[in-house]
Each structure stands twice: as structure tokens, then as C-alpha cells.
């Protein structure tokens, strides 16, 4: 039997959280904001229309902000992870194999589901009635193709939010993914995408059918894992356990300029606080630390300075004192 693998995607999640309990903010240009008011980290369809993109530093934004009326909110995770976990739990209901892949998307296997159309609909529409959040789906053979499906589900109005990969005839998905750039896979950044057309693979189709073997050789395993699971091959398993973390990291980019080293030991302080909670959380214990400093990248006026330090710890530690120390 076919797998019938569905990613569940929240839209616009941070945004759509804010929504939820401020209604008055429908069809408003909104933008939340990172830590410290740094960068754009969610954005409503209104404010990616006008031309605000994905990790842009806010300061960039403001006189287009003034011109279009935009309105940047500062972050509220405790908010957006309550929600999370709730739109997590509708999710769950469908099947007992799901992954939460992260705090807005969620794979869920459908796989011998009766009705598996009307029941990817209901997903939607339950996540939406319960919560406020909306949400695409996405369903294919493996975990690439149902991202990719989800991304179809989101761009074209005609899916109304759903969209089964495992419909599509042979002929009709070599025609789909003839019109998709490579960088829309998952796993396909933007440096990867530049390599892979220089070698003349610009669409998903093109990734497909490319060479293996000289695909392996040229880009790695990883590719070739990302190629077999478009051809239908699954090669990433669902991970219905969360494995632990190998590595932890906290760092923010800073709302204003920091010229003073206490504010800047304080900020330290915190996010040694943040990434040892997490560390407890899993059990585990810390055998090396790294700090990282980063001066303004966007400022062409400065020599940039970019230090770190890495350090052994004598013994392994969870104790925020110890490492903040």
C-alpha cells in the first residue's frame, strides 16, 4: 500500500497566533518580530506582498512600514507554543504515527485512511474551529514530496488548502514538477540551489531525473536520499520520539546598538539560563560551551568583528551557574 504521509502547515503561524486574540488585526500588514525586536520572523500575506522578506532586519523596514501602515508586534512564545501544542494534540487525534517536526508543522500518517480527502479537509477545517490557526495539508509518498505538496496547497487557491501528491498520474507529475524551482525541496537552500544550477538542474523535475551516481559525487548523500524520496523512495522515517539534542544553542540579535559590556554580560546570562533549562529538560549534561559575537553585518561603515571562544569543561554540567560562570 501507498504511503499516504500528510504535513500539516500552520500559515503564517506567529501571525496567525497574534490574530487570534486580535481579531481587529484581519487583512492588516503585520510583522512579528525576533527577539529584541531584531528581524522579521513571521509575516502576513499582506506584508510579504509588499515586499517585506523573511529574516529582514527591522530597521530596513521602517520607511516602508510608515508608507504601507505595517504593523511590527514583539514576539510572544509562551503564546505561540500554548497554541502549538494545542493545534499538536487536534493533530495527534488522526493517527497514532504523527511527528511534530517543529512549533508550526506536523507530519501525520494517513496511510489506510477511508476518505482520506474528506478527512484531510476535516483536519483543516477542525484545526481552524478549535484554535484560530489556519493550517494547509499536504499528502505524498514520503516526507519530501508531502512538503512539497503542502507548498502547492498554500500557493495555489484552486487546492482550497489541500493537496494529495498520490493523485497525480505519472504524466502529471512530471508536468508539476517541470513548474517548480529546485529551492522550494526541502533540504535545497538558496547556496545549493546556485550549485545545482550550475550544473543544470533548476527544477524539481531536473533534481529527479538527474544522475545519481554524479549527483552523489558531486553534492553528497544527502542529496541523493532527497532525489530517491522525490522519485517515491522513502529514505527519512517519521520520528515518532523526539531524539534528545546533540547540540544546544540560544542566540539573538539585539534590537539597538550594545555598547556597554554589562548590558551585554546580562544578555549572556540569560541565554545561558535558556539553553541549560533546555538541557535539563532532556537529562543531559554540557561537555563543551561556545560563545559567539557577531557586530552589526549590515553596517558598511565598521570593520566587522566576529570572535569565538570555545571552552572544555572539566567536568560534564547541566548548572546554569557553572556555565554562566
Sequence with gaps: MKLQLALVDCNNFYVSC????????????????????????????????????????????????EEHGIL???????????????????????????????????????????QLKEVSYQMRERVMAWTGIPVCVGVGPTKTLAKLANHIA??????????????????????????????????????????????????????????????RAEFGVVIEKVQRELQGTVCIDLQEMVPDKKQIVSSRSFGQMIREVEVLKDAMSTFVANACTKLRAQGSHASLIQVFLHTNRFRKDLPQYNPSFTLPLPQPTNDSLVVNR
Design 72 to 114: 511590527a508586534l514583539s514576539s510572544n512564545y509562551a503564546l505561540y507554543a500554548d497554541l502549538s501544542n494545542r493545534v499538536m494534540s487536534i493533530l495527534s487525534s488522526y493517527s497514532p504515527r504523527h511527528e511534530v517536526y517543529s512549533i508550526d508543522e506536523c507530519f501525520v500518517d494517513l496511510t489506510g485512511t477511508p
Design 18 to 65: 497574534e490574530r487570534v486574540f486580535r481579531p481587529d488585526l484581519k487583512n492588516v500588514p503585520l510583522v512579528v518580530l525576533s527577539n529584541n525586536d531584531g528581524c522579521a520572523v513571521s509575516r502576513s500575506n499582506e506584508a510579504k506582498v509588499l515586499g517585506i522578506k523573511m529574516g529582514q532586519p527591522w530597521f530596513e523596514c521602517k520607511e516602508l512600514a
Design 154 to 215: 498554500k500557493k495555489h487557491p484552486r487546492s482550497k488548502g489541500v493537496f494529495n501528491y498520490n493523485d497525480l498520474t505519472d504524466a502529471q507529475q512530471d508536468k508539476l514538477l517541470s513548474q517548480i524551482e529546485v529551492g522550494e525541496v526541502w533540504c535545497v537552500g538558496r547556496r545549493l540551489s546556485a550549485r545545482l544550477a550550475a550544473h543544470g538542474i533548476q527544477t524539481v523535475q531536473d533534481l529527479r531525473v538527474a544522475h545519481t551516481a554524479t549527483l
